[in-house]
Structures are given as C-alpha cells and as structure tokens.
C-alpha cells in the first residue's frame, strides 16, 4: 500500500486504453495521457499491458510504502528520491516497507512521470477501466486526484519480486523528450476545400504553434489561426462563425477542433461531441508526446500522415510497449 503524503499538482490513477464504447454517452475515454510512459513502466514491473498505475503532473508528489513492492518511474525526470537519494529512472528498483518516496518538479522538457508498481494498482473497474475522469468525477480513486491521507492498494505482482527487480531498458527503447513535439496527423473530418482554404490547411501543417497555459486533461490549446484559415465567412446554420458547424461526434482523442479561431486539441478527458469543426486527427501512436508537452513552454507541430502510415505506426509501438525493449 502506498500512503500519500503530498498529491502534488496532480496525480492520478490512470490506465490505457482507458474506458472505451462509451463516447455515444457523452463519457470520454480517459486513459494515461502518456501512454509510453505508463507502457514501459508497466514493462519494466512485469505488469500486463494498459494496467493501471499514477501519472504525476508537475510533480511535487510524495508518499510511503507500507509493504515490500518493485516500482518503476518513467516519463520526465523529475529527480525522485526514495528516503532522500536519488533513483534511477526507467529501472524496476525494490521498495520497502517505510521507504518514502519523493519527486519535485518537471526540467527542461517533458511534463508528466509515471509511477507504477508490480501488481497493478488495485482499484475498482468503472465501466471497464480504472482510469480516472476528473471532469465526471468517477474511476480511479473515488474519481479524483490523490490527496494527503489517501491510502493506494496494488495487486499481486506477476512474478517474485527478485526476479522483477533491476529491470531496464534497450538504449534505443528510451523515449525522447523535446520542446518541440511533431504531431503526425491525418486531414479531416471537417476541412478543404469546404470549411478550410487550401492555404489555410498547409499554413495548419506547416506552422509551429506554442502550447497555450489554458490546457489540461480535456483539451490542449494552441496559437490563433488568421480568418484566411477559413473557407466560409460563416458557419451558416451553425452559427454567425466560420467554425460553427451543425452538432456532430468528435473523434477524440486526438481531434483538432476550431473553436472560433483557436484550434484545440481535443485529449484524454475532451468532449464527445460539439458545435465545432475538425481539421484534422492526431495519430493514436503521437497521442503520447501531447501528454508530455508543457503548457505555456512547449511547441507543437503538424505533420501530414495516410492512413496507412497511422496503422503501422501503432504496430511498431505496441512492440515498442512490451518486452522486446529490455535490456
């Protein structure tokens, strides 16, 4: 069990792919934000693929363990400490009954670490997923962020504990974190020649585009577009604005959605459906790199993707998210 001392900025239970089949009920899929981040995490403790463990944004967190565990911290380095000494990132270490463990804030590039611990954290399924959605308040623990005082199970690790301890990874396996995150992304559903110019959606993929401080688990905001974006000087029955359209389902995660002029990334915890165009669609296996993108420090840029290239991607990372990476 881990008792938390400090939830830091926010840190919550999260797994991947989170709750799916539901955006029909207006409930998104949640799920970690970094999802290489909590796979490898999961990789390095002997866990099955997409179990839960806690995403810690910012940083600051703190806890004890009150029993023996092997853990893994991946993500941004955010130098942790267990009884005040340094660990090592991306390595299974073992924890001991009484060892606290500390983090304190993000460096220079990434915004989000994992913490996962062998056995999985041992929360209730809500609607399939343990995955916690703050805006609905539900899943996870109690549907919130941890707080001083709480009190987290895990379940039973997969192997003995000797055997899951001093685990790393492959070199090349070792994601790398930048200031400047490229995006791959597939145009659509809502764009040229009909809502979008030409030049719009070139000057869309070809701009880079800072990470605006309005952003969270629901929606990444980003730099204003001109009006020449658009290929309307209204939305006609959807609104006085050229992004108004009629109501249609979102195709979250990863929709750009123009919100007047502010194109928003719609991510983890985004709405299902709204009154807004959609550019273009981030691919699954980018999805990662938004969740370590720092508001209101790091840039984002759009890179033209087929369909094609989107299915492969998520094939080499779901090799990418399992044993083959240890060392």
Not at 90 to 105: C, E, N, Q, R
Not at 158 to 173: F, M, Q
Not at 235 to 258: E, F, M, Q, T, W
Request: charged letters at 20%.
């Amino acid at each position: 069990m881990l008792k938390i001392i400090n939830g830091g900025i926010e840190t919550l239970v999260e797994d991947w792919p989170g709750r799916l089949g539901y955006l029909g009920k207006g409930m998104s899929a949640s799920g970690s934000f970094d999802n290489v981040g909590l796979g490898l995490a999961n990789v390095l403790v002997g866990n099955p693929s997409g179990e839960a463990g806690l995403e810690i944004t910012g940083g600051f967190f703190e806890a004890e363990f009150t029993d023996d565990h092997v853990i893994a911290i991946t993500g941004t380095d955010m130098q942790p400490t267990i009884n005040g000494q340094p660990v090592p990132m991306y390595t299974s270490l073992k924890v001991s009954a009484g060892d606290k463990i500390k983090f304190l804030h993000i460096g220079t590039t990434g915004f989000r670490s994992y913490l996962a611990v062998a056995g999985g954290v041992d929360v209730p399924a809500y609607l399939g997923s343990k995955s916690t959605c703050i805006f609905g308040a539900y899943g996870g623990f109690d549907g919130r962020p941890l707080t001083p005082g709480d009190e987290v199970k895990f379940g039973a690790p997969s192997a003995d504990l000797g055997s899951l301890e001093g685990r790393k990874l492959k070199p090349e396996a070792m994601p790398e974190l930048v200031n400047q995150w490229v995006l791959r992304a597939i145009p659509g559903p809502n764009t040229c020649p009909d809502y979008a110019t030409e030049e719009g959606m070139d000057l869309l993929f070809s701009r880079v585009s800072k990470i605006q401080h309005t952003s969270n688990r629901s929606a990444y905001r980003l730099e204003e577009l001109p009006m020449s974006f658009f290929a309307r000087t209204d939305g006609g029955v959807g609104g006085s604005h050229p992004s108004n359209i009629i109501d249609h389902a979102y195709a979250i995660r990863g929709a750009l959605n123009i919100c007047g002029n502010t194109p928003i990334l719609l991510v983890a915890d985004g709405p299902t459906l709204g009154g807004y165009m959609c550019a273009l669609n981030v691919i699954n296996a980018d999805l990662w790199k938004v969740g370590q993108g720092a508001p209101g420090r790091d840039f984002m840029k759009f890179q033209l993707c087929t369909q094609e290239e989107a299915v492969q991607a998520r094939k080499d990372q779901k090799k990418w998210l399992s044993e083959d990476s240890l060392a």
